[in-house]
């Protein structure tokens, strides 16, 4: 989910299920491909230096306005291999 917050901007909510988030990083979100600069992680309420998996946190971005992200979006490193959306792919459903 994504909420606006009067006073601190867009805040895109969810589950970190690998890696680290952590505030002064460059996410991108896809599959909009949009970039951006996470400002402020928190969880319950309380800043947190990073996020690990497992964690449900909210975390507040810079110039992305609630209209430009959807609930099922992914954010992930800029600089790792930045995730993308796919016009394909093979699965096989066991």
């Given at each position: 989910?994504?909420?606006?917050?009067?006073?601190?901007?867009?805040?895109?909510?969810?589950?970190?299920?690998?890696?680290?988030?952590k505030p002064g990083m460059l996410v991108t979100f896809a599959p909009a491909a949009l970039t951006t600069e996470v400002k402020s992680v928190e969880m319950h309420h309380e800043a947190l230096t990073e996020a690990l998996p497992g964690d449900n946190v909210g975390f507040n971005v810079k110039n992305i306005s609630v209209k430009e992200l959807r609930r099922g979006y992914v954010a992930g490193d800029s600089k790792n291999q930045p995730p993308r959306g796919a016009a394909d792919f093979t699965a096989q459903v066991i």
């Open positions: 989910d994504v909420y606006k917050i009067g006073g601190i901007g867009t805040v895109p909510v969810g589950r970190v299920e690998t890696g680290i988030l």
